[in-house]
């Protein structure tokens, strides 16, 4: 089946040390995103990717950094610099066109202590 | 800018009875609105969508939307909720990235 699969679902790190998290599509979307979720704020859009080399920052993109090397994976590292990187990490795809809807993982629950 | 408002953050109501939960969204020329169901740890899950055409979509589990473009909302209604309804919903609009409301917690209480 098609999808998007996050991994790990649950990670656990000391403050200081460097985070990625794994997001990887078999649905040959073009696109691909990656939000944050905390608790009454929503999601808000951390980076986005449209096309393979190529990503944009999004809302909160300060202490995060993404590469594009491959149209299947969207990695995410969550680095030293994030304030406060504990959170709900949901990445998401879509096929690009502009009212495509978006397809989510089951995301990915970071705690930094 | 755009933006996308969910109006009450949580919605407590019994089973079997109806549920609207309200969003709003601002004005533009081309509008494409979604809403999405999470429920708990998981990803959110697409529920319905206007694009264009008839201003009221339906969703295979009993939900459905009205766009309304002279009030601009998409309010989310169901006539008789169950306790599987119980998760978040979002509301979003797609211009580009997808913005997405607040969410609005529905609990469903037996």
């Known amino acids: 089946d098609g999808g998007i699969t996050q991994s790990p679902k649950y990670l656990f790190r000391k403050e200081g040390q460097n985070v990625t998290l794994s997001c990887e599509q078999n649905?040959?979307?073009?696109?691909m995103y990656w939000y944050r979720q905390d608790p009454g704020q929503g999601l808000r859009l951390i980076y986005y990717s449209q096309i393979v080399n190529d990503f944009q920052k999004g809302d909160i993109a300060e202490g995060y950094s993404v590469s594009r090397e491959k149209k299947e994976s969207f990695p995410l590292t969550v680095t030293s610099a994030q304030k406060n990187p504990t959170a709900f990490y949901l990445c998401a795809s879509s096929a690009g066109q502009y009212n495509s809807p978006l397809h989510f993982g089951n995301g990915t629950r970071l705690t930094v202590t | 800018a755009q933006s996308v408002t969910q109006l009450d953050s949580q919605v407590p109501v019994f089973e079997e009875a109806p549920v609207e939960l309200r969003c709003n969204y601002s004005?533009?020329?081309?509008?494409?609105l979604f809403w999405y169901v999470q429920y708990p740890n998981q990803g959110l899950q697409l529920l319905l969508k206007y694009l264009s055409g008839s201003t009221l979509v339906e969703s295979i589990n009993g939900f459905e939307a009205e766009f309304n473009k002279s009030q601009t909302s998409f309010h989310l209604r169901k006539p008789s909720v169950h306790i599987r309804d119980t998760a978040e919903y979002f509301c979003?609009?797609?211009?580009?990235?997808?913005?997405f409301g607040q969410g609005t917690e529905l609990s469903v209480k037996p």
């Open positions: 004005s533009s020329v081309s509008v494409y």
């Open positions: 649905l040959n979307h073009d696109a």
């Open positions: 979003g609009r797609r211009g580009g990235k997808l913005i």
